[in-house]
Structure formats: structure tokens, C-alpha cells
């Protein structure tokens, strides 16, 4: 295995539906609730909304890196995540990923090029690819990954 970089602990009791979450540093702290849309009481966040702002901001990262190898300004980026949970068919669930990628200072081509390579970067992309579907968008155009 490689070196690793960082380790993050959370601690979780309750699940999903009565649950809380703390990171072992004190710095997130959330009560987990199963949302209305799902037949629960909602008022607390759940692991598809952590998972959202989780791989937007971990891509957002990775668009700066991208950009500085491109020696190009990324300029003020904005994600728009969705996690979308399906049913399976069997009794299992799924997710899938829409990640909609504003780069304002960017031509539409040089900001889809720039996302394609941020979806090879990304350790949310890598750690995701072929297991979930992922659509992704720059400046409102469609990018191929």
C-alpha cells in the first residue's frame, strides 16, 4: 500500500435514521435523520447530502490542481453536486453522481478539458469509477470522461 497522506475517524451511533456523527478532531458534528422524502422525519442531515458536499468539494480540489499542472487560472469554481440513491431491484441500493462544474473564467472547451482531467484526479473519481454512474458538466456542456 502507499504512503498515506492523511486518515480521517469519524464515530457514528444510531444509523441513518436516529443517528449521530463526530469527527475525531470536533470539527463536524451532525445529526443523522432519514429524509421526509423517504418517509422519515428529516431535520438532520443523511450520508447522500455528506457524500454530495464530500466529492464537490474533493473535485473542486482537484480542479486546482489540475490547473496549476496546466498553468492556467480555474478561477471562482462552483459545483453543483446531486447523489441520487436507487433502488437495486433485489432489496440493495445504489447511488449515482451528477457533478455540474461552473469555471466562469474558462472557454467552455478549456473547462470541459479541465474537468475530464479532474475526474482522473479526483480520489472521489477514482475511488467511484465503475461502481457508479457519474455525469458530469462544464460551464452547462455535457464533458466525456
Do not use: W
Not at 15 to 38: F, K, N, Q, Y
Not at 39 to 61: D, K, M, V
Not at 78 to 86: E, F, M, R
Request: proline share 4%.
Amino acid at each position: 500500500m502507499s504512503k498515506i497522506l492523511y486518515t480521517a475517524e469519524a464515530h457514528v451511533t444510531g444509523g441513518r435514521a436516529e443517528g449521530h456523527g463526530t469527527t475525531s478532531d470536533g470539527a463536524l458534528e451532525v445529526d443523522l435523520r432519514l429524509p421526509a422524502e423517504m418517509g422519515g422525519q428529516g431535520g438532520g442531515t443523511n450520508p447522500e447530502q455528506l457524500f454530495a458536499i464530500g466529492y464537490a468539494s474533493c473535485f473542486e480540489g482537484a480542479i486546482g490542481v489540475v490547473a496549476r499542472r496546466k498553468r492556467v487560472e480555474a478561477g471562482d469554481v462552483a459545483i453543483d453536486s446531486k447523489v441520487n440513491l436507487h433502488p437495486t431491484g433485489d432489496g440493495g441500493f445504489k447511488l449515482s453522481v451528477e457533478l455540474h462544474v461552473q469555471l466562469p473564467q474558462a472557454s467552455t472547451e478549456d473547462a470541459k478539458e479541465i474537468v475530464a482531467l479532474s475526474h482522473q484526479v479526483c480520489p472521489y473519481s477514482n475511488a467511484t469509477r465503475g461502481n457508479i454512474d457519474v455525469v458530469l458538466t462544464a460551464n452547462g456542456e455535457p464533458v466525456e470522461a
